[in-house]
């Protein structure tokens, strides 16, 4: 009995420890996205919802190591609680991250952008520089539009032809979404079953507790 409470102590410490590093990357990733999508957007309202999951994540996962640790009826129920929410969370999370699609999503943001470029010039500059892009499908589009091509369609902001960047945002923006939807499901189902084991080796680590004193009463 000792060995298997020891046994079932050290996975649940090791599974919160690999949710608490999964929980921060999550965070971290989207706090380097957050800079990257225009506020109000889809993308931005997805991003904050997946900090709130990551911080969750990583107090619960403080919670179950500290739950093991101790060996506490309940602290060890608490964080089963912490493990079920979030199980039903990232349940939500995953089915609306199938059924969304993120990369027209994308698409929508940055043509509304381009469809007001005098009031998003900063923004359509900024992408333009990180996507390393020029106008809507490519630099034609401002010849189109009897212009010059801005500063930001060149590779440093150097106004040489060679440095100019050929290829349009549009596509660079949804092949970036593209990537980040693959990432994002990644990650998420990754947290699910660490979710999913951390749950169930603390409901059987709880239970085997409680048994356990249960036999020492009588």
Known sequence: MASRVSCLK??????????????VTLIALSLYELNNVTPGSFQHIAIVVQIFVGSFVVLSSLLGCF??????????????SC???????QIYII??????????????????????QRRNVERISYLEQKYTCCGQSGPQ??????????????????????????GGCLDAVQAHATDNV????????????LELCALGTATHLGITVRNKLRRERF
Not at 110 to 115: C, I, P, V, Y
Not at 182 to 193: C, D
């Open 10 to 23: 050290a996975i649940l410490i090791a599974l919160n420890v690999l949710l608490s590093l999964v929980g």
């Open 67 to 80: 739950a093991g640790a101790r060996i506490s009826l309940g602290l060890i129920w608490s964080f089963v």
């Open 83 to 89: 493990m079920l929410i979030l199980i039903g969370l």
């Open 95 to 116: 089915a609306a991250a199938h059924l969304t699609d993120y990369v027209e999503r994308a698409r929508a943001d940055f043509l509304a952008l381009w469809s007001d």
């Open 141 to 166: 589009d401002y010849i189109l539009q009897g212009s010059g091509f801005p500063l930001s369609c060149y590779g440093h902001k150097e106004r040489v032809q060679s440095q100019l960047f050929s």
């Open 182 to 193: 693959i990432n994002g499901l990644i990650i998420k189902w990754l947290l699910f079953m």
